[in-house]
């Protein structure tokens, strides 16, 4: 009922910027909160950035100062903004976002495919 696209990751070196999106399509009523996961090989998926319906944050202490999580409502779109990319942060990105849909207005978490980012010299 929900469909979850990121775009945005590519190949950076240590110390660039990258930029991640993620549409949400579908009979959407209403999402509350949003945010980006990450995983790397190995490891477990681990929360990068939150936000709320109401524009709270919250980060990763591994990303604070560097990321920036930001929403439009009116998209339907999360963004998270990197900067200042450390190889550590190489991983799939994952999108999700609690969100109801008509006529079953129960409020479920939807994920995204992930996009991938690699930070590398």
């Known amino acids: 009922q929900v469909q979850l696209v990121e775009s945005g990751g590519d190949l950076v070196q240590p110390g660039g910027s990258l930029r991640l999106s993620c549409a949400a399509s579908?009979?959407?009523?209403?999402?509350?909160?949003m945010g980006w996961y990450r995983q790397a090989p190995g490891k477990e998926r681990e929360l990068v950035a939150h936000?709320?319906?109401?524009?709270?944050?919250n980060y990763a202490d591994s990303v604070k100062g560097r990321f920036t999580i930001s929403r439009d409502n009116a998209k339907k779109t999360v963004y998270l903004q990197m900067n200042n990319l450390k190889p550590e942060d190489t991983a799939v990105y994952y999108c999700?976002?609690?969100?109801?849909?008509?006529?079953?207005?129960?409020?479920?978490?939807?994920w995204g495919k992930g996009t991938q980012v690699t930070v590398s010299s």
């Open positions: 999700t976002m609690n969100t109801a849909v008509f006529h079953d207005f129960t409020y479920r978490d939807y």
């Open positions: 579908g009979t959407i009523y209403s999402i509350n909160a």
């Open positions: 936000i709320s319906s109401n524009g709270y944050t």
